[in-house]
């Protein structure tokens, strides 16, 4: 049996860009974009066009610019939305338009003081409208988290009917736990007629640091797309990380499920936002933080050192990182030392070793880290002593 495509839809420039502070201007998020298509993913969310002329304008220049991924605008359920997003999505190749409206009942009551069944003639109305202008149409069910199974089972097969091609399942909220959101996904796949004949997509939020969880657990129960953003930006605690889910599902061959994204250029990507974005990567994020790769522990160090899959389930060469980091700190043992020194040029016996050691925690005690300019001047005060041979 064939392995099962999932597809990556990147909305790094339109839920990664609500981040407050990380506004980008159009040239800025066309070079994004273009690196987005050459990472491999398979449709972009360039922006929300009747949100600003500025998102208009770059949904139009990124329509033009990028010809391979798919590219989709966002809009409310609202014919004037539809209709610009449609103008904007003109000049793109293959052009998707993504609406929808909220159904959860705090969405339908509070947000909308409206009723579930007039919900529904909204969402059927939307999808409508939409497909007068692109074939693509994707419908979102906002806040499908919190909403009851039965009703989103109800609206997602009146919107299949009305012309969706895609159905996104967004846990807007960041509420669901893995199991609950993954059964919610299989409930559907089993429960709504014409579901064979859509994608079913996962939309989820890191507000109790769930949202790839939520959306491996989506794919595990028949999901084919996944939303997601580059570091994980995106709207409060942020979304589902692009490399996250990228890298997941290629180290687990047991989830029979592939991606087209070019896992060497993550880093290269990961570290464009960031400074486009002006958004610190955290240092202990997954996959691409400065310290995925370091090991300042002497045990972790001397297994690495040894053999990388010890204490590395990912090659960094796979993610586009050079190489792990053996980072020198008041833990770390003579493994580690004799490993870096190697590197700068130094070449310890045994003995030259463990008398270096005493001089190297003697430093490590006063610094968190020792860097290769701390270590040699340690091997000027050595080899002053005759312990070292550089």
Known sequence: MDKRQVLIFDTTLRDGEQVPGCKLNTPQKIEIAQKLEQLGVDVIEAGFPISSPGDFKSVVEISKSVSEPIICGLSRGVQKDIEVAAEALKYAKRPRIHTGIGTSPSHIKFKFKSTPDQILERAVAAVKHAKKFVEDVEFYAEDAGRTD???????????????????????????????????????????????????????????????????????????????????????????????EVAMIMKQHPRLDVYNNINSKLLNPVSKLVSERMGMIVQPNKAIVGSNAFAHSSGIHQDGVIKNRETYEIIDPEEVGVHESMIVLTARSGRAALAFRAHKIGYTLTKLQLDEVYQLFLEHADLKKEITDDDLHEIMKVAKLSGKVEA
């Not at 669901?176 to 579901?195: F, H, M, Q, R, T």
């Open 149 to 243: 199974n039965e009703y989103l089972a109800r609206v997602c097969e009146a919107v299949i009917k009305a012309g969706a091609t895609v159905l996104n399942i967004p846990d807007t909220t960041g509420y669901c736990l893995p199991d609950e959101y993954g059964a919610k996904i299989k409930y559907l796949s089993d429960n709504v007629v014409g579901i064979e004949n859509v994608i079913i997509s996962a939309h989820c939020h890191n507000d109790l640091g769930l949202a790839t969880a939520n959306a491996i657990s989506a794919v595990m129960n028949g999901a084919r797309q996944i939303e997601c953003t580059i570091n994980g930006i995106g709207e409060r605690a942020g979304n589902t990380s692009l490399e």
